[in-house]
Nanobody, 119 residues
């Protein structure tokens, strides 16, 4: 089992920056099985959407809405992922969740962190 805890959310002005963190704990063996790590976001009444993904090998993918502004990365110890958010816009306001999926297809979710961008 892997437990994920997000942090770093808050209130930021449009055009500003924020860095979200997702820290993992639990079974080392489970963590080693992780194939990719994601950041999702969700606003009220809408489906959760994938914002960014990074594979265990370091390959990244981004949603069109954030490409060029957000950067996903993995910490050196491979137990933390980050989402660097630059040039934020009011439409980036959402609850952001990290999710890690292992090679067996099991997905672990964090509890979410609120990001609010003021105009």
């Amino acid at each position: 089992q892997v437990q994920l805890v997000e942090s770093g959310g808050g209130l930021v002005q449009a055009g500003g920056s924020l860095r979200l963190s997702c820290a993992a704990s639990g079974s080392i063996l489970s963590i080693l099985r992780i194939s990719h790590m994601d950041w999702y976001r969700q606003t009220p009444g809408k489906q959760r959407e994938l914002v960014a993904r990074i594979t265990n090998g370091g390959t990244t993918n981004y949603a069109d809405a954030v490409r060029g502004r957000f950067t996903i990365s993995i910490g050196n110890a491979k137990d933390t992922t980050y989402l660097q958010m630059n040039g934020v816009k009011p439409e980036d306001t959402a609850v952001y969740y990290c999710a890690w999926e292992d090679y067996r297809g099991e997905t672990y979710w964090g509890q979410g962190t609120q990001v609010t961008v003021s105009s």
